[in-house]
T-cell receptor
Framework: GIQVEQSPPDLILQEGANSTLRCNFS?????LQWFHQNPWGQLINLFY???GTKQNGRLSATTVATERYSLLYISSSQTTDSGVYFC????????????FGTGTRLTIIP | DAGVIQSPRHEVTEMGQEVTLRCKPI?????LFWYRQTMMRGLELLIY????????DSGMPEDRFSAKMPNASFSTLKIQPSEPRDSAVYFC????????????FGNGTRLTVT
């Protein structure tokens, strides 16, 4: 099956620090999303990014489909950034399954 | 748009009882996914529908679980009879395959079976 690996599994940072989260996938991507699951359990869509780079405030994401990875950058982190970050891999357009990565647990310390 | 709406938000029931979880997708979304999340197993895909038709139910744990999508605006996930090991957060997510749109999750239903 398709493998979606995220790194690091855990990350603890001081407020204000920058971080880079990585998602590697084993097959050609049709599309990829980044989600943030906050401490209340809500899954929030951050980016829908099959290729290229997108930015939204302090967050940005880059997907290099030819090299089968995606990166999520968080700058000037805040305590509200804490939670688990998932990448979701979509392989083929059609009756495909979505494959979740194992997640990166980010803890921002005040 | 109100987003993906799930109900109830919390459900506490006794072992052996029937449980029905509900999901209303975003208008225009034609793909719907049911996920379960636990600390031990993380996020698991249970079943997904495309245009109201179940496409893959291989993630449904056993015959006690069933899911329906009678129309484009409503889906149910039923557990009968429920067991304590079914305790989890159940998420519904929807997207539009036709427009290749992002996946959106509901806020989930936290199920506790005692």
């Amino acid at each position: 099956g398709i493998q979606v690996e995220q790194s690091p599994p855990d990350l603890i940072l001081q407020e204000g620090a920058n971080s880079t989260l990585r998602c590697n996938f084993s097959d050609s991507v049709n599309n990829l999303q980044w989600f943030h699951q906050n401490p209340w359990g809500q899954l929030i869509n951050l980016f829908y990014i099959p290729s290229g780079t997108k930015q939204n405030g302090r967050l940005s994401a880059t997907t290099v489909a030819t090299e089968r990875y995606s990166l999520l950058y968080i700058s000037s982190s805040q305590t509200t950034d804490s939670g688990v970050y998932f990448c979701v891999f979509i392989s083929n357009f059609g009756n495909e399954k979505l494959t979740f990565g194992t997640g990166t647990r980010l803890t921002i310390i005040p | 748009d109100a987003g993906v709406i799930q109900s109830p938000r919390h459900e506490v029931t006794e072992m052996g009882q029937e449980v029905t979880l509900r999901c209303k997708p975003i208008s225009g979304h034609n793909s719907l996914f049911w996920y379960r999340q636990t600390m031990m197993r993380g996020l698991e895909l249970l079943i997904y529908f495309n245009n109201n038709v179940p496409i893959d139910d291989s993630g449904m744990p056993e015959d006690r679980f069933s899911a329906k999508m009678p129309n484009a605006s409503f889906s149910t996930l039923k557990i009968q009879p429920s067991e304590p090991r079914d305790s989890a957060v159940y998420f519904c997510a929807t997207c539009s395959r036709d427009r290749n749109s992002p996946l959106h999750f509901g806020n989930g239903t936290r199920l506790t079976v005692t």
